[in-house]
């Protein structure tokens, strides 16, 4: 699909479109993590939608399930998408566990459920770290090859995958690796509609990921660090462009977002992703009780 120059990609829509494509709004967000909590206050006003990976005989399914967090996690980056792009709709996709681990089956099947459901975009604040210094096992042949054709199927589809990347040098991790989404790497940003483009083997674009406040189980909120909590911050910047201008192809939204980067439009106020900055400012800022860096174990 071919869509128009991407650049300053809420500039040519009147004042009230503008303001729609700031919030996100109508845009279908998936989150594929730990659950979201829908009951903190942080999401009172978010739309939500539930469902979680069951395992049917061999295989795993998506099924609609009660709202709920086994960890924190999710909705931690549930928080940071609504707080940056309040309009759009999210969905939480279950396949982590209370220990932060899911299986690569369940990761595989999650992606193919948000590939049916043709989500504008999906956050992927999780993968499979693997240390560079080791050889791939012929079970990461399979499951990195499944991966990889899920991937290219989002992009075919034009899903826009937002993946983190690894926390640690010492790891790869997929599959924020592959260049048919975005993979996202953390930066020592105070504002949090920081962004920096930085094309590497493991991601594309830097964003805050260093004592992040979100929300946190209990009602409150506290410090999160790591590419986990990167990763949302890029999903609510291209939930915005999506809303701008659905038309786009992810080339077309990739170009978009490292204009953002590289800061075009911002002095005119144009485009749909450079004004979030007063409101996210502005969010609820209860005192950080402790840092929490992400720890993924490997799926």
């Known amino acids: 699909m071919t869509g128009p120059p991407p650049a300053g990609p809420g500039g040519d829509l009147d004042d009230a479109a503008r303001g729609e494509a700031r919030r996100g709004a109508g845009v279908r967000v998936a989150l594929v993590d730990s659950g979201v909590d829908a009951s903190h206050p942080a ?12 395992r049917r005989g ?11 967090d086994v960890s924190g996690h999710g909705t931690a980056c549930a928080g940071i998408v609504h707080r940056m792009a309040h ?15 899911c299986s690569r089956e369940g990761l595989i099947a999650a992606l193919r459920f948000c590939v049916r459901e043709r989500f504008s ?17 012929p079970g990461d042949y399979r499951s990195l090859v ?13 899903v826009v995958l937002v993946a983190a990347g690894p926390n640690a040098a010492a790891f790869r991790t997929y599959p924020g690796r592959f260049k048919s989404l975005i993979g996202v790497g953390r930066g020592p940003f105070q504002d ?13 674009i830097l ?11 209990g009602g409150g909120e506290r410090r999160w ?30 170009a978009a977002l490292h204009e953002l980067a590289r800061g075009a439009g911002r002095s005119a106020g144009a485009t749909a992703a450079g004004e979030g900055a007063a409101a996210a400012r502005a969010a609820p800022g209860r005192a950080a009780a402790a840092e929490w860096e992400d720890g993924r174990a490997p799926a």
């Open 192 to 204: 949090p509609e920081a962004l920096r483009s930085e094309l590497t083997l493991d991601h594309e």
């Open 43 to 54: 999401l009172s006003t978010a739309a939500l939608r539930h469902v979680a990976l069951v």
């Open 225 to 254: 660090t790591g590419t986990s909590f990167a990763a949302p911050h890029v999903t609510a910047h291209v939930a915005r462009i999506r809303a701008a201008r659905p038309e786009l192809s992810i080339e077309a939204v990739k």
């Open 58 to 68: 061999g295989a795993h399914e998506a099924a609609p399930c009660a709202p709920g």
């Open 121 to 137: 975009v999906v956050n992927l604040s999780l993968g499979i770290d693997i240390p560079r210094s080791a050889p791939l096992r």
């Open 207 to 217: 964003a805050p990921g260093e004592e992040v406040l979100a929300p946190a189980p």
């Open 146 to 158: 499944e991966l990889y054709e899920v991937a290219d199927a989002a992009y075919t589809a034009e």
């Open 87 to 101: 309009g759009a709709e999210i969905t939480s996709v279950r396949a982590l566990g209370e220990d932060g681990r």
